[in-house]
């Protein structure tokens, strides 16, 4: 059964929005949990539009199941990650006037950088995931470069509608399939929600989907406990 990393990033976005001190990405990392959370993940972005500093580090106080830190392959981030040693850390692409993560990390062309965050992680006893296209030529350089996990992109599938979903999943599965053939641990995330989530928690050897939006959009109606109970009962049936 694939275990369930909420992402609270938009707690903070509420929180930057004003300034101030609430909501508390804190707060809603306890409640996740008592809603069942096998995960926390947190993006700590350059530009810190909605996770600061200060979160990463109380957080890993306060988390007592997987804290799993999406960063960027720079310096900076990969410093304060080496300090505070998340459970784990996947490395993601990071561009400026992106609303959110768009595409899967280009391991092929970006292979120095990727390479040395990849060894950073790993000499701090850090898990690293990659977050990758369904594409066989990034899988298997992730491989050779000592990634442990790979994160598959699911935003085309979650986009695609009808026919073109099915197909968007079948890419997902012959890719999860590559993945542990290679020795990895299978990860999924972006774009996916209640209405989306269950054929992808059905791939075979699926370990842990991690969902933000759609949880925190369920939650400002219901409450944090119960949208991630809700979701964990989803991926779990
Ligand atoms: N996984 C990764 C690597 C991401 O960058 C994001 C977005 O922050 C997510 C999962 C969660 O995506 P969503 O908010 O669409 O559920």
């Given at each position: 059964m694939a275990e369930l990393g909420v992402n609270i990033d938009h707690v903070a976005t509420v929180r930057q929005a004003r300034?101030?001190?609430?909501?508390d990405p804190v707060w809603a990392a306890t409640l996740a949990e008592l809603g069942g959370a096998d995960g926390i993940t947190i993006h700590l972005r350059e530009d810190r539009r909605h996770i600061q500093d200060r979160d990463l580090t109380v957080l890993r106080e306060t988390v007592t199941v997987k804290l799993n830190l999406e960063l960027a392959c720079v310096e900076g981030i990969l410093d304060l990650a080496c300090q505070v040693r998340p459970e784990q850390g996947t490395l993601v692409p990071e561009k400026r006037?992106?609303?959110?993560?768009?595409?899967?990390?280009d391991v092929v062309a970006n292979r120095e950088a990727v390479a040395r965050a990849i060894d950073r992680l790993r000499d701090a006893g850090i898990v690293v995931s990659l977050f990758l296209d369904p594409d066989a030529a990034q899988i298997d350089l992730a491989a050779q470069l000592g990634a442990h996990a790979v994160e598959l992109h699911t935003g085309q599938y979650a986009l695609a509608k009808g026919e073109l979903r099915q197909q968007e999943l079948a890419k997902l599965v012959v890719a999860g399939q590559h993945i542990t053939d290679l020795g990895m641990t299978l990860h999924a995330g972006h774009g996916l929600n209640y209405q989306n989530v269950k054929p992808v928690a059905g791939i075979?050897?699926?370990h842990e989907l991690n969902i933000g939006h759609s949880i925190v959009s369920r939650a400002i109606m219901v409450g944090m406990e119960r949208a991630v109970r809700e979701m964990k009962a989803l991926i779990s049936s």
């Open positions: 300034r101030t001190y609430e909501p006037e992106e609303v959110t993560t768009e595409g899967g990390l075979a050897s699926m």
